[in-house]
Structure formats: structure tokens, C-alpha cells
């Protein structure tokens, strides 16, 4: 387009060849309509994963994700989704390839199981591996809770950082949101007591925090310190936070440090951390 005016149909356009000559989308996406689903439209959706454990049916479904509780989404609005997934059956945190695309227009997409891809009514399944695409994913209650279990399992973990930090970071949004119980995201929180990525520390602060500011009151404070606590104690000893770490520490430790100190300073301030 040398000396002339580009418009976004001149974009899409030459996506397009791009794609025909990869096969890196479906035959029935459009590259267009893929975007026009994501630039002409308000927020990102909230993906929603309810599975039959007897049939071992996935039921996906999408809808615009809302952070009030107030809010109503009066449109139905929908999006071209690239989902992908692993399960504890075989994980594999480094394909980020779309297993199947949940296409605008669609509300609802069935999956089964394939040779490529199983699970069994004891497997956790993970959507939007490595946290590649822009959306958040609620799951039934029973695959919050395998998650949970296996995050609590500790190091060596199977699933991957970014999915970690997705996992505690879209459990709290929803929790805020009232699609799920608070009693779910803290459960799923509690594993960082075992956890020494620095990415997956920077999303449980900000939630942990959070939650220091929202609750009001003695009983609270009590309880919730004596939480921060048990999270944190282990990792004050280990880190030395109050030392000299250079030269000493690794720099994923040493950039842990600040944000270990900042429960400190929560905690601190709450009756049942003294």
C-alpha cells in the first residue's frame, strides 16, 4: 500500500491471504469477522465451562464478562474465540494452539473427547492455555475444585505460571462479581503458600490486598491476618526479607521481596497477625 491510503478492509484483506496460505484458521472463520468481533464491540467475554461428568460432555458457552454486579448485558454480544485446552490426562502447557474456535453468533459449543484430546470425570481441564487469549473462564464447581487439588499438590506443578496466575486472577474477579463464592477463590489462593513465581505472587497481592481493604471490622481482621499469616510465615523465613539478599538470592526471589514485604504491612496492621 506504498502512497496510498490504507483502510482496515486493505488489512484484512491481506491477513486473509496470509491465512489461506498457512490453513492457520478454520474454513469457516473469516479473518474479518474475527475482528469486527473484537474492535467494533465493548469489554471481552467471560467464557463458561460446565462439564457432564457422567457423559463426559464439556458444554462452553460465552457471554460478555461484567464486573458489576448491577450491570446486565442487554445486548447478548458474542466474539470469535480461539479456545485452547489441556487436561491432567495429558497436560501441555506450551500448545497454545486453538483446540476448537467458539465462533460469534454462537452461544453454546459442545466438546468430546478425541484422540488428541481426553479427559475423564477426574481430570481438571484448563481453558485459554498460557493465557493467550483475551477472555476469563468460569468452570463448574466440581473442576474448580480438581484445579484447587492440584494446585495444592505444590512443586513440581503441572499447570504452567501464567495459567496459575489466570486461575487465581479469574477466580477472584469472578468471586467479586458474585459468579462464584468467595469460599472458592480463598481456597484456591491458599496453595501460594507453596508458590515461588514471582508473577503468580503479583496477582495473588493485588487480590489479597483487596480483600484487606474490603473487609471492615474486628472479627474480620482477626481471622484475615491470622490467614495472610500462615500464607507468608514460610516465605519470610526463606527469603530473609529484613537482610541483605544481593549477591545472595536469585532476582526472581530478590523482585519477590517487595511484595512479601507488602504482607507484611498488611498484616501488621491487623490484630490477629500480632
Known amino acids: 500500500m506504498a502512497f496510498k491510503v490504507a483502510e482496515p478492509k486493505d488489512l484484512c484483506r491481506n491477513l486473509q491471504e496470509a491465512v489461506d496460505e498457512d490453513h492457520s484458521l478454520p474454513d469457516d ?35 460478555r464478562f461484567l464486573s458489576s454486579r448491577e450491570e446486565v448485558d442487554t445486548e447478548g454480544l458474542s466474539w470469535y474465540i480461539p479456545l485452547s485446552i489441556t487436561t491432567s490426562k495429558n497436560p501441555d ?77 479469574d477466580a477472584f474477579n469472578l468471586a467479586y462479581s458474585d459468579v462464584v463464592h468467595f469460599t472458592m477463590a480463598l481456597d484456591i489462593i491458599k496453595y501460594v503458600k507453596y508458590e515461588n513465581e514471582y508473577s503468580v505472587w503479583i496477582t495473588a497481592n493485588r487480590h489479597l490486598l483487596n480483600m484487606n481493604r474490603r473487609l471492615d471490622g474486628h472479627s474480620y481482621e482477626l481471622y484475615y491476618g491470622r490467614f495472610l499469616q500462615h500464607l507468608t510465615e514460610d516465605h519470610f523465613a526463606h527469603l530473609d526479607v529484613f537482610e541483605d539478599f544481593y549477591g545472595r538470592d536469585s532476582i526472581a526471589k530478590a523482585m519477590k521481596i517487595p511484595i512479601v514485604r507488602m504482607f507484611l504491612v498488611a498484616m501488621l496492621t491487623l490484630p490477629g497477625s500480632k
Open 93 to 169: 502447557m506450551n500448545d497454545t494452539k486453538p483446540s476448537v474456535w467458539l465462533k460469534g453468533g454462537t452461544r453454546e459449543l459442545v466438546l468430546r473427547t478425541s484422540e488428541n484430546l481426553t479427559w475423564t470425570s477426574e481430570d481438571w481441564v484448563v481453558f485459554n492455555v498460557d493465557q493467550t487469549g483475551y477472555y476469563r473462564v468460569n468452570y463448574d464447581t466440581q473442576n474448580w475444585k480438581l484445579l484447587a487439588d492440584e494446585l495444592h499438590k505444590g512443586f513440581p506443578y503441572t499447570i504452567g505460571t501464567l495459567n496459575r496466575a489466570q486461575i487465581i486472577d
Open 29 to 63: 472463520i473469516k479473518v474479518e469477522d474475527a475482528l469486527k468481533s473484537w474492535i467494533d464491540q465493548p469489554g471481552y467475554p467471560l467464557i463458561t465451562v460446565i462439564r457432564n461428568y457422567e457423559s463426559n460432555e464439556i458444554v462452553v458457552n460465552q457471554q
